[in-house]
């Protein structure tokens, strides 16, 4: 991720939940230091762990963060990731907020992880899908990709997807593909969804660099792979998920793209134990 996106996006973040200052915090003084260990509850993925470094930055430099699992790594159950040392008030401000972050992020790595494992193909790989969270598409996509999964196009701006709708206002796939690869640079990707073998020949015709096979079976999936030439990327998409999943290892198909991904996880369960005068509370 982007440090300095990642730094702005946490500020937001930070400010709506403190707003002016920690109201419960007023038990503390500037003095009162402590250390918090960041603990998995549940196994699973890590994903953002720097993002504790990042935020508590944010709040004071002084704040000591030591990171004990990378992401991509698998933590067991009540596996320590994070060691923060510093100003009890400022722990308290930042946990709520980053715990949240990371409880999400580390649920679709996981996610992720089990539909790679799933599928088990060196062949075909898993994508995502604008199917995000509004102002967390960053950190999502990047939980995907510390899942073992690739990123599909990151917006409208970065690549042409041309749906139904497109299609329908255009007149014909012939004519959309047309009109855009005319309008567009020669660097841009153009991807094409079809739902029936006529769509799908013509869409062959068309020669755009992906071809998206929406709600098919597996069986048909496998037979519309046979008529694409290898210079186009083939795609299926459409209500995969982990439970349907390997029945589609042995299409041929090039991409797997899965909304469920980042728009069904639930977050991983994650802590924060602090100790203060050797008294410890614990925060969930």
């Known amino acids: 991720m982007n440090a300095l996106k990642v730094k702005e996006a946490l500020k937001l973040f930070l400010l709506e939940d403190i707003g ?81 972050l990371i409880q999400r992020m580390s649920a ?81 990707a153009i991807e094409v969804e079809v739902e029936t073998e006529e769509q799908l020949l013509e869409a062959i015709e068309a020669k755009p660099s992906i071809i998206m096979l929406d709600n098919q079976t597996p069986e048909m999936i496998s037979k519309w792979v046979q008529l694409v030439p290898n210079t186009i990327i083939t795609e299926a998409s459409g209500g995969i998920d982990l439970q349907s999943l390997a029945s589609y290892g042995s299409t041929g198909v090039d991409v797997i793209s899965i909304g469920a991904l980042t728009h069904s996880v639930s977050n991983l369960d994650i802590s924060m134990n602090l100790a203060v005068s050797h008294k410890e509370a614990v925060f969930v």
């Open 108 to 188: 679709i790595a996981t996610l992720t992880h089990s539909c790679v494992t799933t599928l088990n193909s060196s062949h075909t790989r898993i994508v995502d899908t604008r199917k995000t969270t509004p102002g967390l598409r960053m950190f999502e996509k990047y939980a995907v990709r510390m899942g073992g999964g690739v990123n599909h196009r990151n917006g409208l701006y970065d690549a042409v997807m041309l749906k139904d709708n497109h299609i329908a206002a255009a007149g014909s796939i012939s004519r959309a593909v047309t009109l855009v690869r005319s309008k567009v640079g020669h660097t841009v």
């Open 20 to 100: 002016d200052g920690d109201l419960s915090s007023v038990l503390f003084t500037d003095t009162d230091q402590g250390e918090a260990i960041i603990r998995f509850k549940e196994a699973g993925i890590l994903a953002g762990v720097q993002c504790f470094k990042w935020g508590y930055e944010l709040l004071d430099p002084s704040i000591e963060v030591e990171v004990l699992k990378q992401d991509g790594e698998h933590v067991e159950i009540g596996e320590a990731i994070v060691r923060i040392k510093g100003s009890v008030a400022t722990l308290l401000a930042g946990e709520r907020v980053l715990l949240n």
